[in-house]
T-cell receptor, first 114, second 112 residues
Framework: DTEVTQTPKHLVMGMTNKKSLKCEQH?????MYWYKQKAKKPPELMFV???????INESVPSRFSPECPNSSLLNLHLHALQPEDSALYLC?????????????FGPGTRLTVL | SQQGEEDPQALSIQEGENATMNCSYK?????LQWYRQNSGRGLVHLIL?????REKHSGRLRVTLDTSKKSSSLLITASRAADTASYFC????????????FGKGITLSVRP
C-alpha cells in the first residue's frame, strides 16, 4: 500500500467551530508532515512528526493543533480559524533517515472557513 | 521564504516536444526533488537528486544538478497531454529532517 489517505476531502467550517483533519498511511513511514497550500502557491510546511514526536513546528498559530496518535495516523485539530486559513491542507509521509527521502502526499483536504 | 525559484513561470508546448524547466536555489542543499501537482490535488514525487550527483534519469525525465551554480533542470522528453500540471522543485537542506522548501512552481500546458 503506497497511499496516503486524507479525510475529509472538503470541509466548510465557521470561525467558532472545532474540527479535525485526518491522515493515514500504512507504508511504515516514521515521518509525517502537514502542509498548507493556498491557490496558485507552493505548499508551505506547517509541522513535522518523526517517530510520533513533533520535531518541527514552523511557527504555526496555536489555532492549529497537530496530533500523532500512532505511527500510521496524523491529525490536525482546528479551532477558531480565520477566513485566511482557507486553503488546501496536505499530509505527507516519508522514511526517516539522514539522507533525506521522497515524500508521499495525500490528495488533501480543501478547507473553507466562513 | 522560498528556497527554490523555477523558471519559466509558465510553459506551453505541443505534444511530442520536450519541456525544460529550471530551478535555482540560494543555500547549500542535501538533495533537490521535483514534484508534479495536477490541479487541486496532492503532489506526486518525480525524482530526487542528491548533492553529490550531477544527473539522474527516470523514464522520460532527466534531472541535472549544478551545485556550483545552485541550479537544477528538469527535462521531460516527448511530452504528452497528461503531463499538463504544475511542477515544483523542492530543496532539502538538512537531510535528516526531510524539511522541504518548495519553489513557486511552473505551470506546464501540453497541447494535444
Amino acid at each position: 500500500d503506497t497511499e496516503v489517505t486524507q479525510t475529509p476531502k472538503h470541509l466548510v467550517m465557521g470561525m467558532t467551530n472545532k474540527k479535525s483533519l485526518k491522515c493515514e498511511q500504512h507504508m511504515g513511514h516514521r515521518a509525517m508532515y502537514w502542509y498548507k497550500q493556498k491557490a496558485k502557491k507552493p505548499p508551505e510546511l506547517m509541522f513535522v512528526y518523526s517517530y510520533e514526536k513533533l520535531s518541527i513546528n514552523e511557527s504555526v498559530p496555536s489555532r492549529f493543533s497537530p496530533e500523532c496518535p500512532n505511527s500510521s495516523l496524523l491529525n490536525l485539530h482546528l479551532h477558531a480559524l480565520q477566513p485566511e486559513d482557507s486553503a488546501l491542507y496536505l499530509c505527507a509521509s516519508s522514511l526517516w533517515d539522514r539522507d533525506g527521502n521522497e515524500q508521499f502526499f495525500g490528495p488533501g483536504t480543501r478547507l473553507t472557513v466562513l | 521564504s522560498q528556497q527554490g525559484e523555477e523558471d519559466p513561470q509558465a510553459l506551453s508546448i505541443q505534444e511530442g516536444e520536450n519541456a525544460t524547466m529550471n530551478c535555482s536555489y540560494k543555500t547549500s542543499i542535501n538533495n533537490l526533488q521535483w514534484y508534479r501537482q495536477n490541479s487541486g490535488r496532492g503532489l506526486v514525487h518525480l525524482i530526487l537528486i542528491r548533492s553529490n550527483e550531477r544527473e539522474k534519469h527516470s523514464g522520460r525525465l532527466r534531472v541535472t544538478l549544478d551545485t556550483s551554480k545552485k541550479s537544477s533542470s528538469l527535462l521531460i522528453t516527448a511530452s504528452r497531454a497528461a503531463d499538463t500540471a504544475s511542477y515544483f522543485c523542492a530543496t532539502d537542506v538538512t537531510g535528516a529532517n526531510s524539511k522541504l522548501t518548495f519553489g513557486k512552481g511552473i505551470t506546464l500546458s501540453v497541447r494535444p
